[in-house]
């Protein structure tokens, strides 16, 4: 079975920087795409970023080159620079994978992490 374990969260003073990790494990040899998607209280699950396992990026407009987003095939590990961080940034941050391929056949869907709690103070 597939698993993602994310690390990294924590309290950081608004401008300050935090680095997110998430490795996959569970037998695997690919993974088609690697993200993170974060979640406010009150507020809908929502695309920070996603990395292809070519490189390919893409990012949520309010990211505005504050976050990177890069991943390690060889680890199965996906990471996200997060700098300047904003109050408004708080949230609990998921990791995500989808067309995972292990050694026991493909799964297209979405699997998740239990997510990093990510606070920014004013």
């Known amino acids: 079975q597939v698993q993602l374990v994310e690390s990294g969260g924590g309290l950081v003073q608004a401008g300050g920087s935090l680095r997110l990790s998430c490795a996959a494990s569970?037998?695997?040899?690919?993974?088609?795409?690697m993200g993170w998607y974060r979640q406010a209280p009150g507020k809908q699950r929502e695309l920070v970023a996603h990395?292809?396992?070519?490189?390919?990026?893409n990012y949520a407009d309010f990211v505005e080159g504050r976050f990177t987003i890069s991943r390690d095939n060889a680890k199965n590990t996906v990471y996200l620079q997060m700098n300047n961080l904003k109050p408004e940034d708080t949230a609990v941050y998921y990791c995500?994978?989808?067309?995972?391929?292990?050694?026991?056949?493909?799964?297209?869907?979405?699997?998740w992490g239990k997510g990093t709690r990510v606070t920014v103070s004013s």
């Open positions: 990395i292809t396992s070519g490189g390919s990026t």
């Open positions: 569970g037998s695997i040899i690919s993974i088609t795409v």
């Open positions: 995500d994978a989808r067309g995972v391929r292990t050694m026991y056949g493909y799964n297209g869907m979405d699997v």
